[in-house]
């Protein structure tokens, strides 16, 4: 069985997503990765290195410099000819790609998967994560997209893939990049972060979030999440949305402070290695997930917690 991967990079590094989309396949049979891009002949030299890939189709064109949908799609659904999986990571290029290339091939999607349990049967998620669901396709064709904190990142050294070049319809004229704008930070990114420090409602405001949460994740070298009700009441940018809606993430310790832990939050974030809870409500749903919980006035304990550390 003959898997293809989107490789997401940003034309000069390849995306850490994509590296547990690169197990996920490797379950599947062997692997081979798609770098669609532009002047994109570094990120087609990381991606052969990746262990467990074994051929790197490059499609060096200006039509998929943004790896926009309307144009990549055809490219994948094309190269589906000699594939029997295409799988890519559930971020929002994957999710934005990958249902485009499964109308082409007139085929159901399968979203989210969390485990492979054979060549065409998988776990997903749903109800927001409270229940996990088995499904078994019966396609020719198999369209997947793969949560990324559910598999082990591939290795991303120790490959010696082979390069080939391919080549698609270019720009199909149904849509156009006009420009983008990249918030800038020296903390890790959340989906990548070891530790993340989210704040909720309960904080009140955007300063307050930013007095009490920023020292603590300064403190911890954390990267900043913030609950939709958070985000939602202009606190926070929506960057830093963890939820069903929002990044899904599982560091190793993440801790929720003034989250009352509705299950769109839980859904993002329950799968964290040590959950740490701080609120002042005793009967919080976050409280029946977290490791360690602390009942107490955030804007007490927190100031004091960052103080001793």
Request: glycine residues 8%; negative net charge; proline residues 4%.
């Amino acid at each position: 069985m003959k898997t293809l991967v989107l490789v997401e990079h940003d034309n000069q590094s390849v995306k850490d997503a994509t590296l547990a989309v690169v197990t996920a396949a490797a379950k599947l049979g062997e692997v081979h990765a798609l770098v669609a891009g532009s002047g994109c002949d570094a990120v087609a030299q990381q991606a052969a290195k990746i262990a467990g890939v074994a051929t790197v189709h490059v499609a060096d064109d200006p039509a998929y410099a943004n790896l926009l949908a309307e144009n990549t799609a055809p490219l994948i659904a094309d190269l589906m000819g000699s594939h029997d999986a295409f799988l890519a990571p559930a971020t929002t290029t994957g999710k934005n790609i990958a249902p485009r290339v499964a109308a082409l091939l007139d085929v159901m999607q399968i979203s989210d998967i969390l485990s492979v349990e054979s060549a065409n049967t998988f776990t997903r998620p749903i109800y927001a994560g409270n229940a996990i669901a088995t499904v078994e396709s019966a396609d020719a064709k198999l369209v997947i997209t793969v949560r990324g904190t559910a598999f082990d990142k591939a290795a991303a050294e120790g490959g010696s893939a082979s390069l080939e070049a391919v080549s698609g319809a270019g720009d199909a004229g149904l849509s156009a990049f006009v420009s983008e704008e990249i918030a800038e930070s020296e903390r890790p990114e959340l989906t990548s972060a070891k530790i993340i420090v989210s704040g909720g409602r309960a904080l009140g405001s955007s300063e307050k979030f930013e007095e009490v949460i920023t020292p603590l994740a300064d403190k911890l070298g954390a990267g900043i999440g913030a609950s939709r009700a958070a985000v939602d009441a202009g606190y926070v940018p929506n960057d830093y949305q963890v939820g069903q809606t929002g990044k899904i993430v599982a560091p190793e310790v993440y801790v929720a402070i003034g989250i009352s832990g509705a299950i769109q939050h839980l859904a993002g974030m329950k799968d964290s290695k040590t959950i740490i809870a701080i609120n002042k409500d005793e009967d919080a749903p976050i409280f029946q997930v977290a490791d360690l919980g602390l009942v107490a006035d955030l804007f007490d304990a927190v100031p004091e917690l960052t103080g001793k550390l």
